[in-house]
């Protein structure tokens, strides 16, 4: 549990709040490239860290991440013109570079561009992902380069989905291994629905242990489930600072998926849904990896409307009470879309202070700990765990093995190669 004082530290990001403080030390990813896929095409609205944002890719591919508000009148600048390296507003012709100069003024008969700018953020097109840092310029850290974005695009899917309640909340759901075999179970295999085999090692072994290790870009931690008197089956996952999961992919031993949870703004997270072989193969899996996580962009998520799931709370997420009778736990299709219906109905900020958690939680409790040191860090000037690239090759990974055997230098030469 955690004092009110304390969860709103850990939850709210907006300017000067303290995690708004910290998360801005770090690349944060901003909006998939494909939104952006042309010299000059179509701005989008992007709302980060509480403010409002607009990206556009410039005549010469150069991406722009600014503040929406023209400076001169407020207007938005979504309603602009993406034209000959800039974004130019309608209502007057003030028009902004992607450092946010102010290069030209065409109402005005006598200009003062100099003297006028506008917020910009550096940024960089990598994985697939257009990140942002908006932190201060003495303080940026090295590229994002997980290994995810250094692989092939045949090698990758990235997702994304508009979540309805605070970042956290969020994220302690996504680092929480011990929910995925009761929240996601499938009831019987002679179904479509998306979820975990009966059949599955994490439904067939008991309810597990959780070990955590601390390194110095977050932990990496384990699901250490027993299957009878003679096996024991271990799942290796990565949290790196402050906002990213590892997680073994059901595809296969060269296959990892993960999740960046990112703030919106203290109500809403959008939340990055990927996976990646590191492998010479190509991902072969691409497609029915999102169509069985329930997370197809066709089937789960509307772009046009924000990424907004077309399963949620309005629709009570599309639940269907015959299929949680005889086919899945929930009775909610998809992965995600469960995980989504249970973290927002706890509310847009849960209430820590009533919580009761046990041993199972330990990932979660690690997480916030390391949060609210790097909240201290920062406060002090240093800089926070996750910063340097220590995480760069990391990767997650699971196996069986027999009673006796020492699973974790096995398992954690995997995770570290």
Request: glycine letters at 8%; a negative charge.
């Amino acid at each position: 549990m955690l004092d009110h004082a304390l969860n709103d530290a850990l939850s709210r990001v907006g300017p000067s709040t303290p995690m708004g403080e910290t998360m801005r030390r770090y690349w944060l990813p901003a909006l998939l490239s494909f939104e952006i896929p042309e010299p000059d095409c179509a701005p989008v609205r992007v709302k980060l860290m509480g403010e409002e944002l607009l990206a556009f890719r410039t005549t010469d591919g150069r991406i722009g991440l600014v503040q929406e508000g023209c400076p001169h009148r407020r207007a938005s600048l979504y309603f602009g013109r993406n034209e000959e390296c800039g974004i130019r507003c309608v209502y007057h012709g003030w028009k902004f570079d992607v450092d946010g100069n102010c290069v030209d003024q065409m109402n005005e008969p006598r200009q003062f561009k100099e003297k006028v700018k506008i917020t910009a953020y550096p940024t960089l097109d990598m994985g697939g992902v257009i990140w942002a840092y908006l932190g201060p310029a003495g303080k940026q850290p090295p590229p994002p380069e997980f290994e995810l974005t250094q692989v092939p695009e045949t090698h990758r899917y990235m997702t994304k989905v508009w979540q309805e309640c605070n970042w956290l909340q969020a994220m302690e759901g996504g680092v929480d291994t011990s929910h995925a075999p009761i929240l996601h179970r499938k009831l019987t295999d002679d179904t479509d629905e998306p979820g975990i085999s009966p059949n599955s090692p994490v439904l067939q072994g008991a309810a597990p242990d959780v070990e955590v290790e601390t390194t110095d870009y977050g932990y990496r931690y384990f699901g250490i489930r027993p299957m009878g008197e003679d096996r024991t089956f271990v799942r290796g996952y990565q949290y790196v600072m402050p906002f990213t999961q590892l997680r073994p992919s059901r595809y296969g031993q060269e296959v990892v998926d993960g999740h960046f949870w990112v703030p919106m703004d203290d109500y809403n997270v959008m939340v990055y849904n990927f996976g990646y072989s590191w492998g010479p193969e190509p991902l072969s899996v691409n497609e029915s990896a999102l169509k069985d996580s329930g997370n197809n962009l066709e089937e789960d998520v509307d772009p046009a409307n924000g990424f907004r799931s077309i399963r949620n709370r309005d629709n009570n997420y599309m639940l269907d009470r015959e299929v949680q009778k005889h086919e899945t736990f929930t009775g909610i299709r998809g992965i995600n879309a469960q995980d989504r219906a249970i973290q927002e109905s706890m509310g847009p900020i849960v209430d820590r202070t009533l919580e009761f958690l046990g041993p199972a939680d330990i990932a979660i409790v690690a997480a916030r700990k390391l949060l609210e040191q790097a909240i201290n860090t920062v406060r002090d000037d240093g800089e926070p765990l996750g910063i340097a690239p220590t995480y760069y090759n990391i990767r997650a990974a699971e196996g069986m093995y027999s009673k006796g055997e020492d699973w974790r230098e096995t398992l954690t030469s995997r995770m570290h190669p």
